[in-house]
């Protein structure tokens, strides 16, 4: 059965710039993705990728694991996404939003839009899936209600060591963080956001990693401004542009195949991320973020 979003909902969504909590995944199936995630991490071990793998994870992982393209085309996922979409839909980015028990990495208040070369656009949103338990006290998203509203405003470039962006990008305005609303979810839940709105996040003081599998979906009428092309993968509709490469989901978990390719288009990619940065990115930077 769908799983689309109510109307109520995408007006919501649609006001606010975000939608959370939507109930995406149950226990049992968190379980089962966390289990995979878990088999990927010793593939990567014995494929002698375990000293890569938080930079492999950070970005463009649908390249490389099979499980994380299966978990965005779940309806719970996809159906809710179509909602806000339409009925084609490419995944342009899957990453891994991680911040281990008591660490003080932090994500600088920002819009997404910003440096992915993507322009102003509203047919880009964000899923944010929760695979562990995402409180005030782990570090949870915080969002500005509305502030999708604007622009892509001015970012300046902090690149602190705490700060899990490329860039250490922060938008330059004063941002009342007494209007912000903080995203907590449990295991299984997802919240939804916009490529222009205001967010960030604070460091874990729990005892606990807190884990975030992040999907950028787009239409396919988006296209690539800053690098020379772009690269997708369609998963449901069409796509009669000729806007986007298109990649097929991978077959296997770190195919050297998909190993190559995803370093390819993470490189082509980090041109309209690093424009204009004053200085390099942190070590090991991946695009997007
Ligand atoms: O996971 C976080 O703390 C921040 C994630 C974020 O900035 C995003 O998904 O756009």
Aim: aromatic share 8%.
């Amino acid at each position: 059965m769908a799983q689309e979003l109510s109307s109520a909902e995408v007006a919501r969504y649609r006001r606010d710039g975000y939608l959370f909590p939507l109930d995406g995944f149950d226990g049992s199936e968190v379980r089962a993705i966390n289990a995979a995630l878990e088999q990927a991490r010793n593939d990567a071990r014995a494929l002698g990728l375990e000293a890569e793998l938080p930079q492999l994870l950070r970005s463009n992982v649908q390249y490389l694991l099979p499980c994380v393209v299966d978990v965005a085309r779940a309806p719970p996922l996809l159906d809710r996404v179509a909602s806000i979409l339409g009925p084609d839909i490419l995944l342009w980015s899957a990453e891994f939003f991680v911040k281990g028990a008591h660490t003080d990495k932090i994500v600088s208040w920002h819009q997404d839009l910003t440096y992915w070369g993507l322009g102003e656009t509203d047919e880009e949103m964000t899923a944010w899936l929760a695979l562990s338990d995402v409180s005030v006290e782990s570090g949870c998203m915080r969002f500005i209600p509305g502030s999708h509203q604007q622009k892509i405003l001015p970012h300046r470039d902090t690149f602190a060591e705490s700060n899990l962006l490329s860039r250490g990008q922060e938008v330059a305005v004063d941002v009342d963080e007494n209007d912000a609303v903080d995203v907590v979810l449990k295991p299984g839940q997802v919240s939804f956001h916009h490529g222009r709105i205001f967010h960030a996040s604070g460091p874990n003081r729990s005892d606990h990693d807190r884990v975030g599998l992040v999907f950028r979906f787009l239409t396919p009428r988006v296209r690539q401004l800053v690098a020379q092309r772009d690269y997708a993968m369609l998963l449901r509709g069409i796509d009669a542009t000729n806007n986007w490469i298109h990649v097929a989901p991978p077959a296997g978990n770190y195919e050297a195949a998909s190993l190559r390719l995803r370093e390819q288009v993470t490189r082509e990619q980090s041109v309209a991320l690093a424009a204009g940065a004053a200085q390099p990115m942190h070590a090991g930077y991946q695009a997007p973020d």
